[in-house]
């Protein structure tokens, strides 16, 4: 690739990569940046650099991934159904592709940092601002879609895997003045956590600084300093209101069982219950329903819930599983959940060697537990994106890893 295409390139990358915590409002602009990333990129291809990429081991296993959903949808008459959601398989193995080709991946990672960071302060200032008017430190889901830059969930996990950078930076740079700039944004994102009050990010940051905390501690004094952190967190965590709302139901006082709160107040839970429920009537174990199936079935289930106006919450809401393994194996069943996750050990081995990438992917292979990222385009570039980053930082020179 010439310098020229090849400055263009990076621009354009790392111009998605401060988009996507805006991607509600910067759409159009991140699908023609992608468009034109993959028009240089096949401009500009040889023989040498194609055969590179399509050697690459997790290419290789998510092309399989791909195909076997598009054969198995074209088979049973679902291509068209389907759709939606191969594509953003398709997008994914894409995106891998035209990321991994960036030379300078500092720039994606400076970049996407800085993006969270922008949408992490506007949210944060939003909700500061609504508690200063409304004097309730409460949010509920109506305020969540006025305040948020975008879903609290995304937000979320993009603040925690912005905080595993900054970590990576933090450690590994010798420039004070740095180090400085890195340790802000390390608190800064720590505190949009506990104000955006999102329960599986803050359960996620958790094992990221302490992993990384003991990793790095050479000595009794900053053990000490973790355990303080942790415990101001952990302080503040149940202090905000709409935090022991979230974590505890706290607002409900009726129900003694912690479990029968989770029961009556989590979506997940009937959700999850709905999906073994299919898995079992339809018994599809080896090929799966294909996605449009599974969610018809989902919304059938929801309309003879018993309580009406939670009926109708999650008939509008068009709830999936929620659940990106479960979600494979209803829909491809049990052949596509293995290819899936043959890809995600590949994944797992190729990072282990570095903590802040075994975070990365961790941190991944969590989130797939209560999100779909595989329906959401959205998805599709965070996905691709956390690949590429935590390969780039196990094959870093000079990186401190786990098996040293």
Request: some cysteine; hydrophobic content about 50%; glycine content about 2%.
């Given at each position: 690739?010439?310098?020229?295409?090849?400055?263009?390139?990076?621009?354009?990358?790392?111009?998605?990569?401060?988009?996507?915590?805006?991607?509600?409002?910067?759409?159009?602009?991140?699908?023609?940046?992608?468009?034109?990333?993959?028009?240089?990129?096949?401009?500009?291809?040889?023989?040498?650099?194609?055969?590179?990429?399509?050697?690459?081991?997790?290419?290789?296993?998510?092309?399989?991934?791909?195909?076997?959903?598009?054969?198995?949808?074209?088979?049973?008459?679902?291509?068209?159904?389907?759709?939606?959601?191969?594509?953003?398989?398709?997008?994914?193995?894409?995106?891998?592709?035209?990321?991994?080709?960036?030379?300078?991946?500092?720039?994606?990672?400076?970049?996407?940092?800085?993006?969270?960071?922008?949408?992490?302060?506007?949210?944060?200032?939003?909700?500061?601002?609504?508690y200063l008017n409304s004097f309730e430190f409460l949010l509920t889901g109506a305020d969540t879609n006025e305040l948020f830059i975008t879903?609290?969930?995304?937000?979320?996990?993009?603040?925690?895997?912005?905080?595993?950078?900054?970590?990576?930076?933090?450690?590994?740079?010798?420039?004070?003045?740095?180090?400085?700039?890195?340790?802000?944004?390390?608190?800064?994102?720590?505190?949009?956590?506990?104000?955006?009050?999102?329960?599986?990010?803050?359960?996620?940051?958790?094992?990221?600084?302490?992993?990384?905390?003991?990793?790095?501690?050479?000595?009794?004094?900053?053990?000490?300093?973790?355990?303080?952190?942790?415990?101001?967190?952990?302080?503040?965590?149940?202090?905000?209101?709409?935090?022991?709302?979230?974590?505890?139901?706290?607002?409900?006082?009726?129900?003694?069982?912690?479990?029968?709160?989770?029961?009556?107040?989590?979506?997940?839970?009937?959700?999850?219950?709905?999906?073994?429920?299919?898995?079992?009537?339809?018994?599809?174990?080896?090929?799966?329903?294909?996605?449009?199936?599974?969610?018809?079935?989902?919304?059938?289930?929801?309309?003879?819930?018993?309580?009406?106006?939670?009926?109708?919450?999650?008939?509008?809401?068009?709830?999936?599983?929620?659940?990106?393994?479960?979600?494979?194996?209803?829909?491809?069943?049990?052949?596509?959940?293995?290819?899936?996750?043959?890809?995600?050990?590949?994944?797992?081995?190729?990072?282990?060697?570095?903590?802040?990438?075994?975070?990365?992917?961790?941190?991944?292979?969590?989130?797939?537990?209560?999100?779909?990222?595989?329906?959401?385009?959205?998805?599709?570039?965070?996905?691709?994106?956390?690949?590429?980053?935590?390969?780039?930082?196990?094959?870093?020179?000079?990186?401190?890893?786990?098996?040293?």
């Amino acid at each position: 690739m010439s310098l020229k295409f090849e400055q263009t390139y990076t621009y354009l990358a790392a111009l998605i990569c401060a988009s996507i915590p805006f991607m509600t409002y910067a759409k159009a602009f991140v699908n023609i940046s992608m468009i034109c990333l993959t028009l240089i990129l096949f401009a500009q291809l040889n023989k040498e650099k194609f055969k590179k990429i399509i050697t690459q081991n997790t290419l290789i296993l998510l092309f399989i991934f791909l195909f076997w959903i598009i054969a198995y949808s074209v088979f049973n008459n679902s291509f068209f159904a389907d759709f939606s959601e191969t594509r953003k398989v398709a997008q994914t193995l894409l995106l891998l592709i035209l990321f991994s080709q960036v030379s300078d991946k500092r720039i994606l990672i400076s970049m996407f940092i800085f993006g969270t960071f922008l949408s992490g302060l506007i949210t944060s200032i939003n909700i500061i601002t609504f508690y200063l008017n409304s004097f309730e430190f409460l949010l509920t889901g109506a305020d969540t879609n006025e305040l948020f830059i975008t879903q609290r969930l995304y937000l979320g996990f993009f603040i925690v895997i912005s905080l595993i950078l900054s970590l990576e930076r933090f450690y590994n740079i010798s420039n004070k003045n740095h180090k400085a700039v890195y340790l802000f944004l390390i608190f800064s994102f720590l505190i949009f956590l506990i104000l955006i009050s999102s329960r599986s990010a803050i359960l996620i940051a958790f094992m990221v600084l302490i992993t990384s905390f003991i990793y790095n501690s050479k000595s009794i004094k900053r053990t000490i300093v973790l355990m303080l952190t942790i415990s101001v967190f952990i302080i503040m965590i149940f202090n905000n209101k709409t935090l022991s709302k979230r974590f505890l139901y706290a607002d409900d006082s009726v129900r003694q069982s912690f479990i029968e709160k989770i029961k009556t107040h989590e979506p997940r839970y009937d959700i999850w219950k709905f999906s073994a429920q299919i898995f079992e009537e339809q018994g599809s174990y080896i090929l799966g329903l294909g996605t449009y199936k599974t969610q018809e079935l989902l919304i059938d289930k929801y309309k003879i819930m018993p309580i009406k106006k939670r009926s109708d919450w999650f008939i509008k809401r068009n709830f999936n599983t929620h659940n990106q393994y479960l979600d494979i194996t209803l829909s491809y069943g049990f052949i596509g959940l293995m290819i899936f996750m043959v890809f995600i050990k590949e994944i797992i081995f190729s990072s282990y060697k570095n903590i802040y990438s075994f975070n990365l992917i961790i941190s991944l292979i969590l989130f797939l537990f209560i999100e779909n990222l595989f329906h959401r385009q959205l998805g599709a570039f965070i996905f691709s994106l956390i690949i590429v980053w935590a390969f780039y930082l196990t094959n870093t020179k000079n990186e401190k890893n786990i098996s040293s």
